[in-house]
């Protein structure tokens, strides 16, 4: 699944604020989020798909080094995005 660039316009449009507002965290660690459950769908289908699995992990370092970042500047807007996006912790 390759996210179509509306796709990604909604996702920053619902987490970001504005779909032009690509940088901000909250929509950076959505789209890595979005882009997280489909590798994982698919790895559960192709379990020696090992070039899938070293992106995987590497999409979700830098997820936890925005969150790590989103948690550090404002605890609130974390833990609301937490909630919102389903994450475990």
């Known amino acids: 699944m390759i996210l179509t660039s509306e796709k990604k316009k909604e996702i920053f449009k619902e987490f970001g604020g504005s779909d ?3 940088g901000s965290t909250e929509g950076q660690i959505a789209l890595f989020t979005n882009r997280i459950t489909h590798l994982t769908g698919h790895l559960k289908q192709n379990h020696k798909d090992y070039a899938t699995q070293k ?3 590497a999409l979700v370092g830098k997820r ?3 969150l790590n970042y989103l948690k550090a500047k404002d605890i609130v807007r974390y833990r609301e995005l937490i909630l919102e996006l389903g994450m475990r912790k």
């Open 20 to 22: 032009t507002n690509t």
């Open 55 to 57: 992106s995987l992990i």
């Open 64 to 66: 936890r080094s925005l």
